[in-house]
């Protein structure tokens, strides 16, 4: 990955791009902007105000007192409180009720959202920055123990993927076959871990953890279906916060805080299981570890794992045992949503959840509350934030297929490099038109070119302001799609992939979409219309 500096320095100077967009490229179903309260002044010179209310999703696994998990409740078996105040609900959904169809079969992300939008799926990461060697070989021993035990097709489309303080492989992509997944595995050789006996490198292990995390969640936002994620590995390094300054454990909090609140937005439960079995090491992980926290350090990863709603699994030598513990958990939950009773905006108070139900000896596990979060920061293209960059350069450099932006990439005949790049209606949001200025999206688009070593050879970035016509109404729903022409820099010979990433500023969702640069074009069935799009 590049350097902040770098990065720095090539957003700083990011260019503003206008597109006057066309009604001819429009396409149904973009989400207006997210309003606390709207006034419109109607003919008759009256005001009517709209008012869009949050809504707080649940999803929850219900078990007996051995552990089972039971199924057959209904919606009247349960009760939600929100800062002890008691909510109704509004929609309810039975356990397993969003399965993939038997019929279907997923072999990718695009395939998912394409097939099964609603069905949940299993992200299984190797954590090989936080844990020794030894304990990651037990733990792809493990891993492959238990796939070996499952059908040839899984019923839970399923993603592979390895981490390391160099590193953020995807091993294979949502996938039902169990076959690719063992062989993804097998080739993957992972390098020593000599950080992990560094206290100099705790810094970057905590936060590699926290951008794993919301990496992951910023990649699989488009999917709404839940996502079911097992962490296989120590996760935080070991760091008594008693020996620095207080601000440093209030900066770990807040990072702690917005990392629950993203994986919540991305609709994540965490699963966290330590590979190091019965006894610990305390040379190796440190004395914190063997006798407060199992997953290093003086903040427990495994909080985490609570606060979304999963579980921590640590202490036993049978981790293939506990994986299919989570991935079951994944495949049974309950989903029930409800309209907060508080209107209250305070940002900085917990609104802690408890679900119950009628049937005496059950538990109920999800997610122990949120805090309210704010939109994302505008950008500043002159001093652009640390996480901007972060989250751009870590889609950028990625080979993870982000689609929280719908959006696709074609190339435009007879030049190379000239590319028509498709945001989907769904993905945009549209401001309100002011007395100087119509109605505009704005996104970032970053494009990045790759030679055949996966070597990064060019990256260019462009801030692009989408102004809508005249016509449409100033304030309201807006659907429509954006078409942008984009030309390539002069290509370099050794390029044989370039990757397009957007992100759409009112949201801070992002999107990708690669092209392989050595398949031959196709000939477009219809040109895009001049006025939809814009060349560099």
Same mark, same amino acid.
């Given at each position: ?17 206008? =597109? ?8 149904? $179903? ?92 299993? =992200? ?39 981490? $390391? ?8 992509? @949502? ?123 003086? @903040? ?88 901007? =960059? ?73 801030? =692009? ?72």
């Amino acid at each position: 990955m590049r350097s902040v500096s770098i990065a720095v320095l090539l957003l700083a100077a990011l260019p503003t791009l206008s =597109i006057a967009q066309s009604p001819a490229v429009q396409t149904p $179903s973009a989400q207006a902007p997210e309003k606390t309260s709207q006034a419109v002044r109607g003919e008759d010179g009256t005001y009517t105000i709209t008012r869009n209310a949050r809504i707080v999703i649940l999803d929850m696994v219900v078990t007996d007192a051995k552990g089972n998990v039971v199924t057959d409740l209904k919606r009247d078996d349960f009760h939600v409180t929100e800062s002890n105040e008691p909510q109704t609900i509004l929609n309810f959904d039975s356990a397993g009720a969003h399965s993939l169809p038997v019929q279907a079969t997923v072999d990718s992300t695009a395939k998912l959202d394409q097939l099964a939008p609603q069905a949940p799926v299993n =992200i299984v990461l190797l954590d090989e920055f936080n844990t020794r060697f030894e304990d990651m070989a037990f733990a792809r021993y493990s891993l492959k123990k238990f796939l070996e035990r499952q059908p040839g097709k899984l019923s839970t489309p399923t993603m592979l993927i390895a981490v $390391s303080l160099q590193n953020f492989t995807v091993l294979h992509d @949502y996938t039902q076959d169990k076959g690719e997944l063992i062989s993804a595995l097998n080739h993957h050789f992972a390098a020593y871990p000599w950080q992990v006996h560094q206290y100099s490198w705790l810094a970057e292990r905590y936060a590699t953890a926290f951008l794993t995390l919301r990496r992951v969640a910023q990649a699989t936002i488009g999917h709404p279906g839940h996502k079911n994620m097992i962490w296989i590995g120590r996760g935080f390094p070991n760091l008594n916060m008693a020996n620095y300054p207080l601000d440093t454990a209030q900066r770990v909090d807040n990072a702690v805080q917005e990392c629950v609140n993203t994986l919540r937005d991305a609709r994540i439960t965490l699963y966290t299981i330590d590979p190091a079995g019965l006894k610990i090491d305390q040379q190796a992980y440190g004395d914190d570890a063997a006798t407060t926290d199992p997953f290093g350090g003086n @903040y427990q990863f495994a909080k985490l794992a609570t606060a979304t709603g999963g579980r921590a699994l640590y202490g036993r030598n049978d981790v293939d045992m506990q994986i299919g513990t989570a991935i079951r958990d994944g495949s049974s939950f309950y989903t029930l949503t409800y309209r907060p009773t508080n209107e209250s905006t305070d940002v900085g108070k917990f609104r802690r959840i408890k679900v119950t139900v009628d049937r005496p000896g059950l538990r109920v596990t999800t997610r122990e509350g949120y805090y309210l979060q704010l939109g994302p920061d505008q950008l500043n293209p002159v001093n652009p934030s640390k996480r901007l =960059i972060a989250d751009l350069l870590s889609a950028d450099a990625s080979s993870m297929v982000y689609d929280g932006v719908p959006m696709s990439v074609e190339r435009i005949p007879p030049s190379p490099d000239r590319f028509n790049i498709h945001l989907d209606a769904k993905g945009l949001v549209w401001s309100y038109a002011t007395a100087t200025e119509p109605r505009t999206s704005e996104v970032i688009l970053v494009t990045s070119t790759f030679d055949k070593k996966n070597k990064e050879l060019k990256r260019d970035a462009k801030r =692009i302001r989408v102004q809508a016509s005249l016509a449409v109404p100033p304030t309201g729903k807006l659907e429509r799609a954006v078409d942008i022409h984009y030309q390539l820099p002069p290509l370099d010979p050794k390029a044989v992939r370039v990757r397009f990433v957007v992100r759409v500023a009112a949201t801070g969702r992002i999107g990708t979409a690669d092209v392989d640069l050595t398949k031959p074009m196709a000939v477009p069935t219809a040109q895009a219309s001049p006025s939809g799009g814009a060349s560099r």
